[in-house]
């Protein structure tokens, strides 16, 4: 039954070979097939939800050999969730990418984006610090094809500075983790959690220096302050649906913060104990407020959609930053919603690019669109969501954030800058929105080209999920309050892994 | 022999960093291979220098070297391997794509406005 558990990471591997291996000439073929393995997948990644929704840890023991000496995959809430998340943003991406054809603009894309789903389940699958990297750079890899898919002068650029910051990411990926290594002899993150207990004094600084470049590994990924410069730029550059699915890549990022650094450094690590805390939330609070004048200085409405990416993004980073399970409860809230509604607006302003002719999204005076009710009552939703206004999800998501940051003592700070920056957000949204479909011109030069109803379904379907997420709100957040509670529950979680019996957790 | 491993690292970082930082695209290559280059030697030193010694099960010997480094830096040695063909593609791409080797791919129309200006320049201040 636990061997279940490892399908979500095994079925977009099979699913990536055999689309390569089907003719490529064959679009009707490859798309369905595509398509329906991404359905299966979203059909697995629930079951498995369902499976770990106890509490339970599905460990999965490659080659049978015991935890710290053999690779650990392990099936915990938290991942779990992750990969539903993934999965249904997938569908939804995948599904706008045939009915937009953006898949036959290049070669292979059902492929890389299997491959892409493949690094993305596993890294949210593993136990080990190394295998994490290998899936990262499964992922990224998967990545570089997706976001150069197509081509063109500006996407090549912003695929440039996006491989080549994240080879450097590589590389210190690296030499944390042989740091790491060299310090506590294990890769396990479990095992590696117990060493840190045992670190000698005088080794203690150079442990907190690796962990810390870890961070900032991680900080590439999730784009924080000082590294997040690459994610503007490939974001508003590439296709929409690829933009759409790399909504959940900056969550990797994070992801792999709660999971490394909050079980190596947890509060049974003595004087190592949160070190990354203050970081992220500083970081995190300095980003939110670069990502809101992003959105108010953009030029184009992809970029104004990329940093409102990024302001997302802080906003769960300061989440996690929080120390408390009821702000990375709010968190989790946050990440379904940021996630799926970050993906509609880019696919959004794809349609909205397409329907303006030569214009494209330029905030520029053009033609009327086609169906500019429909359109622009679907923009108006995501920007009440996206901004965190009631009564969509966001703003549950941020009230419920502020609502877990009542006891820290940064309290003024942390309110004032999310408030503030979302104010920021709601202005710069709102001059989009009277510019695309009030301010047009009465003499249109041609009539707007018809809008693509089956590829604007998949709009629909992201964002009906604002609503259903108020609507059942209450069994959500008892859903993300258990993965929380779980997720802070290092010992148990070190315990699945290493397979101790339960009473060795009480023993001093 | 430790200091050795050490400072040959430290070179290997320090040239790598500073050709990461160069303008144009191969220097950047190469600057990354430098990287990859460092990173390897410095995880394979991370189970610690041992001359002699053998890595698996020999009934002969007395001691034993940690043999997951080794496997580490092979998969380190393949990933780096993989993405360094992959960047110089994309090298080449951007190159042909935008005209020239900058790696913001300052576009060749405003390098000829450039060119064309300076031309005129010097025709008014001969």
Known sequence: MS????????????????????????VALQRAVSLLLTVILLGMSVSAFQLVLNGDYHVILLGDWSAPFGIVMVLDSLSALMLVVTATLAVAALWYAIASNTDQQGKYFHVLFQLQLFGLNGAFMTGDLFNLFVFFEVLLLASYGLLLHGGG?????????????????????????????????????????????????????????????????????????????????????????????????????????????????????????????????????????????????????????????????????????????TALSAGLYYLIHSTLIGAALFLLA??????RGHHADTFTKATPLAQPVLVGSVFMLLAVAVAGMPPLSGFFGKLMLLHAALAHHWYTAIATIILTSGLIMIV?????????????????????????????????????????????????????????????????????VMRQPEKAAVMP | MEWLIAAMIAVMTSSGVFLVLRARTFPVVLGLTLLAYAVNVFLFAMGRLQIGTPPVIDKSALAYTDPLPQALVLTAIVIAFGMTAFLIVLALKSRSELGNDHVDGVHKSVDEREASRQQADMGEHP
């Open chain 1, 3 to 26: 061997q279940f558990a490892s399908f979500p990471v095994l079925l977009p591997l099979f699913s990536g070979i055999l689309l390569l291996l089907l003719p490529q000439r064959s």
């Open chain 1, 350 to 355: 794809d349609v909205i690019r397409l329907a």
């Open chain 1, 428 to 496: 710069a949204l709102v001059r989009t929105g009277s510019l695309f479909f009030y301010s047009v011109q009465s003499q249109p030069d041609k009539p707007a080209p018809a809008l693509n109803k089956p590829a604007f379904a998949a709009i629909i379907g992201l964002l009906l999920v604002s609503p259903a997420m108020v609507l059942l709100a209450q069994p959500l957040t008892t859903l993300t309050t258990t993965i929380a509670t779980q997720t802070g529950n290092h010992q148990a979680y070190i315990n699945a």
């Open chain 1, 153 to 325: 002068r500006l996407r090549t650029r912003a695929g440039l500075h996006y491989v080549v910051l994240n080879l450097i990411g590589s590389t210190l990926f690296l030499f944390a983790v042989g740091t790491l290594y060299g310090m506590l002899g294990t890769l396990n993150i479990a095992d590696m959690a117990i060493a840190v207990q045992a670190v000698d004094a005088e080794d203690r600084g150079i442990v907190s220096a690796a962990a810390l470049m870890l961070l900032l590994v991680f900080g590439i990924k999730a784009a924080i302050f000082p590294v997040y410069l690459w994610l503007p730029g490939a974001y508003t550059y590439t296709t929409a649906p690829v933009a759409a699915l790399f909504a959940i890549m900056t969550k990797v990022g994070l992801y792999a913060m709660i999971r490394v650094h909050g079980t190596l450094f947890s509060e049974d690590a003595g004087m190592l104990a949160f070190i990354h805390h203050d970081w992220l939330l500083a970081l995190g609070l300095l980003t939110l407020l670069l990502g809101a004048f992003g959105v108010l200085a953009a030029r184009i409405f992809r970029q104004q959609v990329a940093y409102l990416v990024l302001a997302s993004v802080a906003t769960l980073m300061v989440a996690i930053g929080l120390t408390n399970e």
